[in-house]
């Protein structure tokens, strides 16, 4: 029998005012085990912990029990008050007579039998307590961004500059993400290139950054400091250690395919780089297009390679590599607009959308900077813009707002009269809104200084007479339809996550939202970490944001993740699960509702009937596993139990509540 | 019925048993001989007529120990846990009922799906020995409530089969193979539609009621564990009842325990009983318990969603899954 | 008759009226425990009857332990959590979902009265809630009278 103390504490009048805290002492010498009850006006107070100490020494206490305010409040304390004196943290417990007895029961009668009831559960509960330790884990010194558009180039530099490695890693042939695509840049209209090229360069030339395009993250096992991550490098056809990025394949290599880059508006070839900007500025072979890897004909990229980079043989490349943090910051994909049948989007040439616009305005883009409409190359000089398109429209399943669209729409606005000075542009909107620094005098500026006529409505059609589109609406101000003939019609396209983003949450253990934005661990005071120690967001993957807010949230996730590098080692949490290997079968019950995949199975041997014999069993990643108890619970054997809330804890609480 | 019929119905099912008793031993013999399996389980002629208990041979000249009849009614595949750490393989015969334990058993990783050669039979549908008073009766025993609402009366998965019987995951199929025409006779399945009858029936009645009557049941119960004994889902290495470490229930069979542990049997099977109504039948008590486990099925198809343990292998158990927009009860 | 007994019926075998149902609440640290708190920082008043078993996720409560506090004479069992969506834990809070709405139809067709058995969501603002969940919980089970089934023989 474990010899208990039981410390009930007066919080001042706050809890003696209407709990008789002298009987709850006086009854509590009665609970079973109880060697030392006493009170005290402050126990959270030096001369209080010292009482407790003192006690803990003279009546050689196995655990305690404090009855005072929220454990929420003070549980901390009472543990490392322990601690001085001794005895395990572990083997202490808070009762809350304060927030959830004095506070709330006048009747001081009722108040008192509560507080006693509760008190008794604490003491059957230590009664069950064992001491708990927690371990630590060594933290890998280096950290993997997922992602190396704008928010993941911030991020890496960031970390980077913190004096850690950093792996940049991208699935395309080349950084800079959707800014890559974008012309110029709200609120200040710089070009886009211009100030993205200088952080792709900062990135690739970082001592301390290690960029890896052309790659994907295949698995993710590990934890918290020591994420081991299967990277897949793919098959490039072109060894960039031989390339020199003279560009003479592209020119020579006779495939010609519809750039995805510039949103099928231009064209590239089966082998090229996306953009002239491109970092690293070294081609690759699109396999599904190129003559050679389709059926052995053609070879001229081979041919005229001064330096014989391009190898058609190369093959993926499989890796795997260890890092004790990771940024996810894979962005976003613009809506899909052909789901607005009604804007005959996907089917009327000139009905395209804002990342379609970009291209067009683009000096390098496919048509040179001039704003040409895509059917037959005319020169818009009406142009309607359509806002919410795949945003705040729950029909479409995107009820929420994509942040960036009111102010792409107004930059457009804004440069397509000064690129066509005799052009009116048209903005159906639902509402304008502008919450940035310097972004309501920008839109003041488009409507005043650049005639862009606001429209507040929605657009119910959009058809085809002759080379006009005719854009049927209703201004909701005016309570009257409207009807414009266009010759451009602009879909604010609003912001979609990654279709494969679900994929990748899956295989990091992060989670996401209904739409398949990664969850953060607390939309306001956690909003760059995620439920899983390790790992942080940054940009557009948690949600819809533009560039400024993107780059903030970089540097805030790079802050994390440095921070976690920057310790020695870090202390896991000691109330874990463990799992009872005699008793446990295997089933796996407890792996698939782990929400931090810190369980696995491993294969254990023991001497049955003197010979080995091999078995699975469940084993708990003390790392990993935060203590939430799923897998207690889900464990039909109590093979699995959680630390510090047992069964046995549980059930002693139990019991002792219910005997009155 | 006339006589007549009566007889043909009889010598066919005969013809028919002798017919898949043989293919059996054939098979038996040859996967052991080969030395394909270590081991096979399959059933054999017991003491009585109406007996056709389980058996676990390991030679071939013992596959004519083997037999098949209207009362191999046992489930093997829960008898499969004997070797579950094991490297051996074993084979084991399977009615449509029963396959679905094999899936079972390897989706809780009791069982490496390769070192088990499922061997598929079709099933005539089984009768109630329950029902016998003389031996004169064999061929007009009622069937089993459970092969009366049998809905899958083929193989979910073999990878060798008997008596032409076709394996497919389709729920409702028609009995297929040599029993075919027997089974449809006898009504397997034909009751399908009253599968949660039992379970309606006691929802209609009062909250008094209902408790009345499982109290009565929780009285009769002996703790004797012949379900959970039974039951491809049960397969935890050591059950929470035997162990007095765990603290959860007191061993002594009082009704309070026995509520404890026909409601805690229950939920641990919720959503991974295959429905093989084996603890049912083996309960001396006659303790209805596919009604509790019906019941549980039910409710699980009704609030997320229609699902079937047991049959296919990557579908995961209802409770260890969940959806954003799972029905909200709880406010 | 036990003295835990007498309390609960008179001498005349009649219901005591001042007989006050035990509330047994498996509260999940994050939200409704927090929410608990709360309530009593805002010095709201709610009768006693509820006392809270602190669980780090309702995802640990186990419908085992209900029916042990049945067993062991609770009146009533109240399971709280946070919001879907909301776990700390990410997911816990879907799995107490799915476990609890079936274990308290099971409850239900063991003959309990759903009323003795409640699952809510209790986020940690949501101090009023957590006052009218318990005041209700208290007045219903009261409503209902002492619990008898599946309760141990003494």
Not at chain 1, 32 to 49: I, L, R, T, W
Not at chain 1, 219 to 229: H, L, T
Not at chain 3, 23 to 48: E, H, K
Request: glycine share 8%.
């Amino acid at each position: 029998m474990k010899r208990i103390g039981v410390f009930v504490c007066h919080c001042g009048t706050n809890i003696a005012n209407t709990v008789d805290c002298a009987n709850v002492a006086e009854v509590a010498k009665d609970f079973p085990g109880v060697v030392y009850s006493c009170d005290y006006k402050y126990m959270c107070s030096e001369p209080g912990q010292v009482m407790i100490q003192e006690a803990i020494r003279e009546h050689n206490l196995d655990g305690y029990v404090v009855a005072a305010c929220s454990p929420r409040m003070h549980e901390p304390t009472f543990r490392k008050c322990a601690e001085r004196a001794g005895m395990n943290p572990y083997m202490v417990e808070q009762v809350n007579i304060r927030e959830q007895c004095s506070w709330v029961h006048a009747d001081k009668t009722k108040g008192t039998g509560k507080s006693i009831d509760i008190t008794r559960m604490g003491v059957a509960k230590v009664a069950q307590n064992e001491p708990l330790f927690s371990t630590t884990i060594p933290v890998t010194k280096r950290a993997l961004v997922i992602g190396a558009g704008i928010a993941g180039i911030q991020a890496a530099i960031d970390i980077a500059d913190a004096g850690y490695p950093v792996t940049l890693l991208d699935r395309e042939h080349s950084m800079g993400g959707k800014m890559a695509q974008v012309d110029k840049t709200f609120p200040t209209l710089d070009c886009s290139a211009c100030i993205l090229t200088p952080k792709m360069v900062e990135a690739a030339q970082h001592p301390n950054i290690e960029i890896v395009t052309y790659a994907e993250v295949e698995a993710v096992d590990g934890f918290v400091g020591n994420f081991d991550v299967t990277i897949r490098k793919k098959a490039r056809y072109v060894d960039v250690n031989k390339c020199t990025g003279c560009g003479l394949c592209s020119e020579k290599c006779p495939k010609k395919v519809a750039s995805e880059f510039e949103m099928n508006l231009g064209t590239r070839k089966a082998i090229y780089v996306p953009f002239p900007q491109a970092v690293p500025n070294k081609p690759v072979i699109d396999a599904k297009n190129c003559r050679f890897l389709l059926d052995g004909k053609c070879g001229v990229c081979k041919k005229v390679c001064p330096t014989g980079a391009v190898d058609y043989e190369q093959k993926d490349e499989v890796i795997v590599e260890r890092f004790g943090s990771i940024v996810v910051a894979t962005g976003f994909e613009q809506f899909d607009i052909s789901k607005y049948e009604e804007y005959g989007a996907g089917r009327i040439p000139d009905v395209i959308t804002g990342l379609h616009l970009e291209r067009l305005m683009n000096a390098s883009g496919p048509t040179m900077g001039k704003i040409k409409r895509p059917s037959d190359g005319k020169v818009p000089e009406k142009i309607v813009f359509i806002k919410c398109v795949g945003s705040r429209d729950e029909a479409k399943g995107r009820p929420y707002c994509s942040r960036a669209c009111c102010m792409y729409v107004a930059k457009h606005a804004t440069l397509i009269k000064e690129k066509i000075p005799t052009s009116k542009s048209y903005i159906f909107y639902m509402d304008v809104r502008t919450a940035g620094k310097n972004y309501e005098e920008f839109y003041a500026r488009t409507q005043n200084e650049y005639d862009a006529q606001y429209i507040r409505g929605r657009v119910s059609k959009i058809f085809q007479v002759g080379d006009k589109l005719i854009v049927r609406g209703e201004d909701s101000l005016l309570g009257r339809p409207v009807e414009i003939e266009a010759d451009l019609v602009v879909l604010a396209a609003g912001m979609d996550p990654q279709q494969d983003a679900k994929d990748l949450a899956r295989t990091l253990g992060i989670s996401y939202d209904q739409h398949g934005w990664f969850t953060e661990a607390h939309p306001k005071l956690r909003p760059v970490e995620t439920h899983t120690a390790g790992i942080f967001l940054a940009g557009a993957c948690q949600g819809p944001k533009d560039i400024p807010d993107s780059v903030a949230q970089a540097s805030a996730a790079a802050v994390k993740a440095a921070g976690l590098l920057s310790k020695k080692e870090l202390t896991a949490e000691a109330q874990t699960a463990g799992c009872n290997e005699a008793y446990c079968s295997g089933c796996g019950l407890c792996v698939a509702i782990c929400p931090y995949k810190a369980i696995e199975l491993k294969r254990i041997s023991e001497r049955v009937h003197g010979g080995t014999r091999e078995r699975q069993v469940s084993s708990v990643n003390q790392g990993l596993c935060q203590g939430c108890g799923a897998c207690s619970v889900a464990c039909p054997s109590s093979a699995m139990n959680l630390k510090g809330f047992s069964n046995d804890q549980i059930l002693a609480e139990v019991d002792a509540l219910c005997q009155r | 019925m006339s006589d007549n019929m009566r007889n043909n119905v009889r010598d066919n099912m005969g013809h028919m048993n002798n017919q898949l008793t043989q293919e059996m031993r054939d098979l038996a013999r040859e996967l052991l001989a080969s030395g394909e399996v270590k081991g096979l389980f399959g059933w054999t002629k017991g003491s009585r007529w109406y007996l056709t208990p389980p058996v676990f041979i390991t030679k071939p000249e013992e596959a004519d120990r083997l037999c098949y009849d209207e009362f191999a009614v046992n489930n093997l595949t829960g008898l499969l846990l004997d070797f579950r750490d094991s490297q051996d393989k074993i084979a084991v015969f399977v009615k449509g009922c029963d396959s679905r334990g094999i899936v079972r058993l390897v989706q809780d990783n009791q069982l490496k799906r390769e070192n088990i050669v499922v061997i598929g039979v079709p099933c005539p549908g089984m009768g109630d020995k329950g029902a016998v008073t003389d031996h004169r009766q064999a061929q007009e025993l009622p069937l089993l409530a459970k092969c009366l609402e049998c809905r899958y009366p083929n193989p979910v998965l073999a990878d060798r089969t008997i008596g032409a019987v076709t394996v497919t995951t389709e729920p409702s199929a028609a009995p297929s193979g040599a029993t075919a025409e027997a089974a449809k006779g006898r009504g397997v399945g034909s009751k399908e539609a009253d599968r949660f009858a039992q379970v309606e029936a006691i929802e209609k009645m009062s909250p008094d009621e209902r408790y009345a009557f499982w109290q009565a049941q929780n009285k009769k119960c002996i703790r004797c564990y012949a379900c959970r004994n039974i039951c491809p889902a049960c397969n935890c290495r050591e059950c929470i009842f035997d162990s007095d470490k765990k603290n959860w229930v007191n061993k002594a069979a009082t009704p309070t325990d026995n509520a404890f542990f026909g409601i805690t049997r229950a939920m641990h099977v919720a959503g991974r009983c295959v429905e093989c109504g084996e603890c049912e039948r083996v309960c001396p008590m006659d303790i209805p318990i596919m009604a509790m486990n019906r019941k549980l099925i039910g409710d699980l198809n009704e609030l997320f969603g229609p699902y079937d343990a047991g049959v296919k292998a990557d579908e995961k158990p209802p409770l260890g899954a969940f959806k954003l927009d799972d029905p909200e009860e709880f406010m | 008759m036990s003295a835990v007994d007498e309390k609960k019926v008179n001498a005349a075998g009649q219901p005591d009226p001042n007989w006050e149902p035990n509330i047994v609440g498996f509260a999940c640290n994050w939200c409704t425990y927090a929410g608990a708190d709360l309530a009593g920082l805002s010095r709201m008043q709610y009768p006693p009857n509820v006392k809270l078993i602190r669980v780090p996720c309702s995802g640990r409560a186990n419908p085992q332990f209900v029916l042990r506090a049945f067993q062991k004479g609770a009146d009533g069992v109240l399971v709280a959590g946070c919001h879907p969506g909301d776990c700390h834990y990410a997911t816990g809070n879907y799995f107490t979902r799915r476990r609890f709405l079936l274990f308290q139809r099971l409850l239900e067709f063991s003959g309990i009265d759903p009323r003795r058995f409640q699952a809510r969501w209790i986020s940690g603002a949501e101090a009023p809630k957590f006052r009218d969940v318990v005041t209700q919980m208290a007045e219903e089970v009261k409503a209902l009278g002492p619990n008898r089934k599946l309760r141990e023989e003494l």
